[in-house]
């Protein structure tokens, strides 16, 4: 006798439970080990450098229109979309699950969301799960294609040529203030050796008075890549000096106006902010162009130079920077994972820009208790991604 539709229903959902059970018993990634300053190899004429398918959302998973799409096949052949409400009965690990199963074959990108999770990275090809919080929201399940899918971050093997800094004073110091390079040495065997292309006073967009020997952060990296064509992995900020030393000619008054309640309101602060931003993502496309498969990009915290008056556009600039790091997996079609990195958290709990200590005389560089901040966090976030780490860590793609 023929199946009832119901029938059909019952049976595809054990199937794919099934898969879950497969899919959640097989999924593990333990990130693994650490990683002193040499030049680049192979620059020409340059100073050596110094120390210093379509989307599918499915919010949990109900009977109604997620259970259609998959019933007629849409997402399983095609990569449709697929989007269904948040539903009770299903845990949001099965609810991952399903939708990656069915989106697997399409190609297509599935978040979901419910009440619970399992915790385990999207690597290999495989659907990743994100435990949820209380408001039940889980945003890190992803599935496609095993082609479309993040594979492992690639092993380093020789730091010299596969890795590098790019950015501004927070990377090389400025004035006597201290460089990051030392303090993330002190934590990363490998980090002295990272090429530094970095420079104090450098801009990213507008502004700055760039004193590095590669210019400002798009040049540094255009250097980088010529004289490491085997880069893999990018540290990197920019943007401050856009705000900190901007160009008043460009825009009147910017120096005041931005450092001053109400910036986040005045259209050449956020006009300054809106370049910088898209500077930075040109950089991050033409890196994943170039072979970059990921970079930590770290924004700046608050600092207290201008009595705490660059804190408003500072806290306006930090999403929209966050947002498109975070979509740029997708906004490379999966050839360069950027990781976000916000010092304001981390500044903050150990007295932010209310701690002195924390900044050098001139309230806007790091001191050294800084530097350590900023390298503890950067170092947190390699091992916690995989990223610059060796083969014998067992977390990355040889």
């Not at 594979?151 to 203030?177: E, H, M, N, T």
């Not at 801009?203 to 540094?220: E, H, M, R, W």
């Not at 910017?254 to 259209?267: F, K, L, N, R, T």
């Not at 500077?279 to 600092?303: E, L, R």
């Amino acid at each position: 006798m023929a199946m009832t539709n119901n029938q059909r229903f019952s049976q595809g959902v054990a199937s794919v439970w099934l898969s879950m059970l497969l899919v959640a018993s097989c999924s593990s990634d333990a990130p693994g080990s650490e990683a002193t300053l040499g030049p680049p190899s192979g620059a020409t004429k340059q100073p050596a450098p110094t120390a210093g398918g379509s989307s599918a959302t499915n919010p949990g998973f109900t009977a109604s229109a997620g259970m259609s799409a998959l019933q007629n096949g849409t997402s399983a052949a095609g990569g449709s979309a697929v989007v269904s409400p948040v539903s009770a009965g299903l845990p949001v690990a099965g609810a991952g699950v399903l939708a990656a199963v069915a989106g697997r074959a399409g190609g297509a990108s599935v978040v979901a969301s419910g009440s619970a999770g399992v915790s385990a990275p999207a690597r290999d090809g495989n659907a990743g799960f994100s435990g949820g919080g209380s408001s039940g929201s889980d945003p890190a399940i992803s599935a496609g294609t095993a082609g479309s899918a993040k594979a492992r971050p690639p092993c380093i093997s020789d730091p010299s040529k596969q890795v590098a800094l790019i950015g501004d004073s927070l990377v090389v110091g400025f004035a006597g203030s201290p460089p990051l390079q030392p303090a993330l040495a002190a934590l990363i065997k490998d980090a002295a050796s990272y090429p530094n292309y970095a420079g104090a006073g450098c801009s990213i967009a507008t502004g700055g008075v760039c004193l590095g020997n590669y210019g400002d952060v798009p040049a540094q990296f255009v250097a980088a890549h010529a004289a490491q064509p085997n880069l893999k992995f990018m540290i990197m900020d920019g943007g401050a000096n856009d705000i900190l030393v901007c160009d008043s000619a460009r825009f009147p008054g910017c120096a005041d106006i931005c450092s001053s309640p109400g910036s986040s309101q005045v259209q050449n602060c956020k006009e300054i902010v809106r370049l910088a931003q898209e500077a930075a993502g040109k950089i991050m496309k033409d890196a994943a162009n170039a072979g970059v498969k990921d970079i930590i990009y770290f924004f700046v915290p608050h600092v207290p130079g201008r009595d705490g008056g660059y804190v408003e556009i500072t806290d306006y600039a930090a999403p929209p920077a966050k947002q498109q790091c975070d979509g740029m997996f997708a906004a490379t079609a999966g050839k360069l994972t950027c990781h976000f990195l916000d010092l304001t958290p981390p500044y903050a709990a150990a007295g932010g820009d209310k701690n002195v200590a924390n900044f050098w005389s001139d309230e806007l560089h790091p001191s050294s208790a800084g530097q350590a901040i900023s390298a503890t966090q950067i170092e947190k976030m390699m091992k916690a991604e995989c990223l610059g780490q060796p083969a014998s860590s067992g977390c990355c793609e040889p």
